[in-house]
């Protein structure tokens, strides 16, 4: 038995071997990486970081919320149905093919390709025609007035036209290109992917020469992960284990992401049809419990609408819902339901931060006013599946998501009557949509966006949680790393000190 | 050994179509995996088009056809979510989960031979009562539960194996130790009660009477006997290893068929879990039939014994 015992031990020392690590390296570890290295085919979020290290868009999203050109330089909306963007010069793909306006029609319109199976097809799917004008020009045709075009392709890579030309798509896959600062390296399903710095990034080359996304799905796996050293970075830390963290000298922060965690309300329905009853779930749920209780402070309460102050066509004039549980009690005698009613309550487990507890709490505050909701937890794929075909709820939980983009239009328009799973219904609510989705100018459409908030704030949709925060822990020897509230991170600046 | 083959590859075929033809209509009344493919802010048009461009607005029973006449060449559909072909997705995580697997089942029978043959020689000491003790903490300690304590103990605070990934030997062994728990407890409880009866027989008695040494009747008189249901319950067992790694390849971020098969579950990747369960049960039935032949030479009755 001793020499079981010693034989196991010195094979266990012999083969854990540290990583010489020559190169600046930097380790981080995610839920999830993507499912393929072709980014026109993931939309998972967890995915959105890691297609970035290696391709890039036409625009994207400041610190500010802003929109900003990346492979584009500027644009300029020529009419109502009619855009012009001026393209980057001096841009290369990691192959030496030059970016034009041939890869910009390429990749919007393989995205838009039914052969493609794109789920970012639907964020742009306005679009009727991409036309070069020259090598550095491209105009966008949509099939009507459709404002929301910039933040669409906020999620649209730019891809190599030539290299698929010559390569197919088969090819790609296997050894992907774009522009972006990270060149690929390796991609192994579920475990791993993994990138070299680009030497003649447009930007200037990064810092780090390798960067390696690690797919570890289990939570406590991750906070292992970075307790060993094994990782610089892991994202989504559970609130619960950051004192952990915190006490062995590795530096815990945390950032508010673009998604907005709500109980969303199939509002067709009795007695959700009658604003009174939705204002009355709103006064009846105490929010600040929820954040300090169950989230342990990490998020920030929903100014009574979906969006966070860093989403556009955020109201400012807003305020949230107080915990009221009178005037709960009393709006509901007005609707006719003195005693309350019964409810079912559809929730998750594992889905979003706390869910369950979250679920539960709720619950709870609901029937100090008298309604009664039946909790049922459905499997993920029932989850969306009910919630699209509008067989969900009446009550659920839900996470509205503005990021990448950062753009309050995402969520906001689904609350119009022709959306998917017709939630909400109101005639007035769907002109001010189709006003927002057709001002052209930014500023009269972020006017709209504010209205319409304004509008969902008094005649509610669901009861306003908290803006969800994105946890996540740093070694010290990483320098400048900061996760965006768009659920993307920038590496070029990032140092690992050895 | 002719006619043996032959019933064996009658049992394959009907175990894979049987369950693949189930899995292909439970699967079908889960959910629609076009649901999950979209964002939530798509519209039904942007739906529809997805349906048809995945060739699942056709009649089920032509579906059914059309997967089964592909099935039979090994083509089971690209997958909905990973743009390559299923089966090629199950192949290349194959031998990660059959390394975990195996390397369970081996820990699992080295310690459960030794760790039963000590309960039953040591009967009634103290070495019976831990060997009862570890027998029942294995046996109800959860996956999820050991997986994450070895992780604490072995990668955190001993910094002695890394507690994620595949790689090394030391990546193994952690993953392989947590699947390898409830059939080592198992496997070591039979090997006591085994031993214990077999040990009471009067060829044991002849053995220690004609002056054996105690070594010898154990080993070679005792251990012998025991070895067929032993080696039934390893193989019966394997077919819940492959089951287990689902979990255990989930916390130690394993890259194997068990979190290829969640993840397709969840997205409702028809064309991988399709796959998947084939190449399963292939597997499962291939092994079962090894098994088998291991009785044959284990036991030299079943070699001379004729028929069925």
């Known amino acids: 038995m001793k ?27 995610i839920g999830s990486i993507p499912n393929t290295p072709d980014p026109h085919r993931d939309s998972t979020a967890n995915a959105l970081p890691a297609y970035a290290q290696m391709f890039e868009k036409l625009v994207g999203v400041d610190d500010a919320g ?22 980057r010069r001096n841009v290369t793909f990691h192959n030496g093919e030059p970016f034009t306006a041939e890869a910009v029609k390429f990749s919007i319109e393989r995205v838009l390709s039914p052969a493609t199976k794109s789920p970012w097809g639907g964020r742009i799917a306005a679009v009727d025609k991409v036309e070069p004008v020259d090598a550095h020009t491209v105009r966008i045709t949509t099939k009507g007035p459709f404002a929301p075009l910039l933040q669409g392709l906020t999620v649209v890579d730019i891809l190599p036209p030539r290299y698929f030309a010559e390569k197919g798509e088969k090819e790609f896959v296997s050894a992907p290109v774009g522009t972006g600062p990270f060149r690929f390296k390796s991609w192994v399903k579920q475990d791993h992917m993994a990138f070299t710095a680009n030497p003649t990034y447009w930007r200037g080359r990064p810092v780090l020469d390798e960067v390696v996304f690690r ?98 066509g955020y109201n400012p004039a807003l305020k949230p819902y107080p915990y009221d549980p009178k005037r709960a009690k009393q709006l509901l005698a007005e609707a006719g339901y003195p005693n309350g009613f019964t409810v079912k309550f559809h929730g998750s487990i594992g889905r979003y931060t706390k869910d369950k507890e979250i679920e539960e709490a709720v619950i709870g505050q609901l029937a100090e006013v008298g309604v009664t909701a039946h909790l049922e937890i459905l499997e993920a794929g029932v989850f969306i599946q009910s919630f699209l075909g509008g067989t969900i709820g009446p009550l659920w939980i839900w996470a509205w998501q503005y990021l990448p983009a950062m753009d309050a239009d995402l969520p906001l328009n689904f609350f119009q009557t022709r959306a998917i799973g017709r939630h909400f219904a109101n005639p007035e609510y769907d002109a001010l949509v189709a006003r927002e989705r057709a001002a052209m100018n930014p500023e009269e459409r972020q006017k709209v966006l504010q209205e319409m908030a304004a509008f969902l704030r008094d005649d509610p949709p669901c009861i306003f949680l908290v803006q969800t925060a994105g946890i996540y822990a740093v070694q010290p020897r990483v320098q400048g790393f900061a996760w965006k509230p768009t659920y993307l991170m920038d590496l070029t600046r990032v140092r690992v000190a050895r | 050994m002719l006619q043996y083959c032959r019933a064996r590859l009658v049992d394959l075929v009907i175990a894979v179509l049987g369950v693949s033809t189930l899995v292909f209509f439970l699967l079908r009344l889960s959910g629609d995996p076009v649901a999950l493919l979209v964002t939530e802010t798509t519209t039904r048009e942007e739906m529809e088009r997805l349906r048809e461009a995945l060739g699942l607005t056709a009649p089920l029973w032509e579906q059914y056809v059309r997967f089964l006449g592909h099935a039979l060449q090994g083509d089971f559909g690209d997958s909905l979510r990973h743009a390559r072909p299923a089966a090629s997705l199950v192949w290349e995580t194959l031998p990660a989960t059959l390394e975990l697997t195996a390397a369970a089942l081996l820990i699992a029978t080295l310690l459960a031979v030794p760790l039963g043959m000590l309960a039953a020689i040591r009967r009634g000491t103290a070495i019976e009562t831990s060997c009862s003790v570890i027998t029942l903490v294995g046996q109800s300690m959860p996956f999820f539960w ?17 507690s994620f990934g595949r790689g090394t030997l030391g990546h193994l062994i952690l993953p392989a130790l947590t699947l390898s728990a409830a059939t080592m407890a198992k496997t070591a409880r039979l090997v006591r009660s085994g031993m214990l009866e077999v040990l009471s027989q009067e060829y044991i008695r002849t053995a220690r009477a004609k ?17 067929i249901p032993v080696v039934t319950i390893l193989g019966l067992d394997f077919g819940l290893l492959l089951g287990g790694a689902v979990v255990t390849e989930t916390i130690f971020a394993w890259p194997g068929t068990g979190r290829l098969m969640i993840q397709a579950i969840q997205g409702r990747d028809f064309p991988v879990v399709q796959a998947a369960v084939f190449v399963l049960a292939i597997v499962f039935v291939v092994i079962n039939a090894l098994l088998d032949l291991i009785y044959v030479w284990l036991d030299p009755r079943i070699r001379f014994r004729r028929g069925p």
Do not use: C
Request: hydrophobic share 50%; charged share 20%; no cysteine.
């Open chain 1, 3 to 29: 020499r079981v015992a010693i034989l196991f031990l010195s094979l266990t020392i012999a083969l854990f071997v540290s990583d010489p690590a020559a190169a600046a390296r930097l380790t981080i570890g």
């Open chain 1, 215 to 312: 797919s570890i799905p289990e939570d406590s796996t991750r906070v292992a992960g970075v307790e060993t050293g094994e990782l610089d970075v892991a994202l989504l830390i559970p609130p619960e284990q950051v004192a952990r963290l915190k006490a062995k000298g590795v530096d815990v922060r945390s950032v508010n992401q673009g998604q907005g965690m709500v109980i969303n309300f199939r509002a067709t329905v009795e007695p959700l049809k009658l604003k009174k009853v939705r204002q009355a779930l709103n006064y009846a749920v105490d929010k600040e419990g929820i954040l300090k209780n169950l989230l342990l402070g990490y998020g920030r309460i929903l100014d009574g609408q979906v969006v966070g102050p860093d989403g556009f």
């Open chain 2, 211 to 227: 002056g054996l040494p105690e070594r010898l009747v154990v080993l070679r008189h005792a251990l012998r006997n025991i070895a």
């Open chain 2, 146 to 162: 050991l997986g994450i304590l070895l992780i604490l103990v072995f990668a955190v605070q001993l910094h002695a194996l890394p």
């Open chain 1, 66 to 87: 802003k929109i900003v050109g990346l492979l584009a330089e500027s644009w300029r909306a020529l009419s109502d149905t009619l855009w012009e963007f001026k393209l």
